[in-house]
């Protein structure tokens, strides 16, 4: 079968050969790979990033990221649930479309904003946190720490579930150390609170805060990629509390943080450090050790760059199963039953961008992707209306795709022309490789 007949198949109901994956991920795992997914690199590194585009009101773009992130979770809750298989959000935009070409760039972009953010964690790595331990070089560090992740996805999908789980938890306890010790320096009486309404001088509020929305939604991101191991989940139904749940523990604990360390410490201060939160932990009667502190931030960093190789990893052997990717992405380690050949092309990927960009760079280039896979996400769930299956599943109103997809637009166009330019030289790589598999699988195709 072609590219072109496995994805008609695909968009038919077609779901492919039986799946070699284990169904090893629990409900609670998969609560906690959400929460784990979201919280990391946004919260522990561009916090400040968005405070120098929209000035002290950082919980405003925040809180906005959230909604957004809403609108977009309830397409993927009812769609998950209702195509309970891997390959997430290009599988959706198949079944919608039956268009081969945009099935397959879909799928680049997906795997491509995992990996922009992979290297943005990468790259995170090795700043201002490790620095309080040792002094290395960031893209040695970067690329170092890209090669130990992927030898622990290969090790298997329940070890990595298990490792993300603790990680999961440390990130929870990094977080709650912040609101507690930031708390207690302001009740003790500093900061400022009027620092947190504040926006950025001679900027209108809106573009301000849409500013401010395009960067903090990095932070957000994550929820999506949990659809990508629908088919290791003991119970694909569990997969709208898993969005949600996970979600609400994240954006709270956000806006908890935000409004802290706006009041707390300085804009300016936390706008031109790579660690914002250090500067948080080391205010008031209840200050810590920085390096405790940067521990934990390095553990977060390192567990959602493990999430971010899994899911990508996950998507491309998806992918290969429908025939939209070459079939050497479905080859799987003997007994360790894990992707090799999608784990080494991703990570290669990743070195890639980890070379060719900077933290900001990265950051943006991850976001615009997203946006423009969850605009034709939230468009698929309402064209997949007309397709009924013979099972239950979750139904989201139809207003919120409707918004999701408007929003999801609009935020896209808050990014700067530098930032699309990035993201089309890298899509034009997807094109040429979509070329050269039609080009192999017409080739194998046609008789001698």
Do not use: C
Not at 15 to 20: Q, V
Not at 100 to 122: D, E, K, N, Y
Not at 270 to 293: H, T, Y
Not at 372 to 401: A, G
């Amino acid at each position: 079968m072609d590219a072109t007949a496995a994805a008609v198949g695909a968009a038919d109901g077609d779901s492919g050969p039986p799946s070699e994956l284990k169904r090893v991920i629990s409900n609670n795992a998969l609560l906690l790979l959400v929460v784990g997914d979201v919280l990391g690199a946004g919260i522990y590194t561009l916090v400040g990033i968005v405070g120098g585009r929209m000035g002290g009101a950082i919980w405003m773009a925040f809180l906005a990221a959230l909604v957004l992130a809403a609108f977009t979770a309830a397409a993927y809750a009812e769609l998950v649930t209702k195509y309970p298989q891997a390959a997430g959000a290009a599988l959706y935009v198949n079944k919608a479309f039956g268009i081969p070409f945009l099935t397959f760039m879909v799928t680049f972009a997906v795997m491509a904003s995992g990996l922009a953010s992979a290297g943005t964690l990468a790259r995170s790595f090795g700043g201002d946190y490790l620095s309080v331990f040792v002094d290395v070089p960031t893209v040695s560090v970067a690329l170092g720490f890209l090669v130990i992740v992927a030898l622990i996805n290969s090790r298997g999908i329940g070890e990595s579930v298990k490792l993300n789980v603790g990680l999961t938890l440390i990130e929870l306890s990094g977080l709650l150390l912040v609101i507690i010790i930031g708390g207690a320096y302001i009740l003790d009486g500093g900061g400022d609170a009027g620092r947190a309404l504040e926006i950025k001088d001679g900027e209108p509020a809106l573009g301000a805060i849409m500013a401010g929305t395009g960067l903090a939604f990095y932070a957000l991101i994550g929820f999506e990629d949990s659809v990508n191991v629908a088919e290791e989940a003991k119970e694909p139904r569990a997969f709208p509390r898993a969005l949600f749940g996970g979600l609400i523990i994240a954006g709270t604990l956000y806006l908890l943080v935000t409004i802290i360390a706006s009041i707390a410490v300085p804009t300016k201060t936390l706008a031109g450090s790579s660690g914002p939160l250090q500067e948080v932990v080391q205010l008031g009667p209840l200050s810590v050790n920085p390096k405790i502190f940067s521990a934990i931030a390095l553990f977060a960093l390192a567990n959602g760059a493990l999430i971010n190789m899994v899911m990508a990893s996950r998507l491309l052997y998806g992918m290969g199963r429908q025939g939209i990717l070459p079939h050497a992405f479905t080859r799987v380690l003997p007994g360790r039953r894990t992707p090799w050949v999608a784990i080494v092309f991703t990570t290669l990927l990743a070195i890639v961008l980890v070379l060719t960009g900077d933290l900001g760079d990265l950051a943006d280039m991850t976001v615009l992707l997203l946006l423009l896979v969850f605009s034709l996400v939230n468009v698929s769930v309402l064209v997949l209306r007309r397709d009924p299956v013979d099972h239950d599943h979750f139904v989201t109103p139809v207003v919120l795709p409707a918004i999701g997809a408007v929003v999801s637009i609009a935020v896209m166009f808050s990014k700067e022309g530098e930032t699309f330019v990035r993201a089309g030289v890298l899509l034009l790589g997807g094109v040429a490789l979509y070329v050269l598999n039609w080009l192999f699988m017409r080739a194998r195709s046609t008789p001698a």
